[in-house]
Nanobody, 118 residues
């Protein structure tokens, strides 16, 4: 599966951004699509994920109530709507996939930088 992420940028605290990740190459039926981020000096963390077939979602505690993950099956695209952004959300965001039941994400797209600053 090839993944192409986009949508990052500079936003003020309290602002919003929507990240997109287009997947291509094979069927996604058995995959989990995730958004992960890595800030300077910090470990990579899973921000949100969604099962492609059933749409089951997961959110990290740090983003619950502010971020929403969704997918558009006809467009083979996963979105991450980020609202009420905080400076601590500044990071490189990656979309990635794993097979359902696997613990690790094994297929990664390129990152997109999100900077939250006044």
């Amino acid at each position: 599966v090839q993944l192409q992420a986009s949508g990052g940028g500079l936003v003020h605290p309290g602002g919003s951004l929507r990240l997109s990740c287009v997947a291509s190459g094979r069927t996604l039926s058995y995959y989990v699509m995730g958004w992960l981020r890595q800030a300077p000096g910090k470990e990579r963390e899973v921000v949100a994920s969604i099962t492609w077939s059933g749409g089951l979602t997961y959110y990290a505690d740090s983003v619950k109530g502010r971020f929403t993950i969704s997918r558009d099956k006809p467009k083979n695209t996963v979105y991450l709507q980020m609202n009420s952004l905080k400076p601590e959300d500044t990071a490189i965001y990656y979309c990635a996939t794993k097979m359902r039941g696997d613990s690790e994400y094994t297929n990664w797209g390129q990152g997109t930088l999100v900077t939250v600053s006044s």
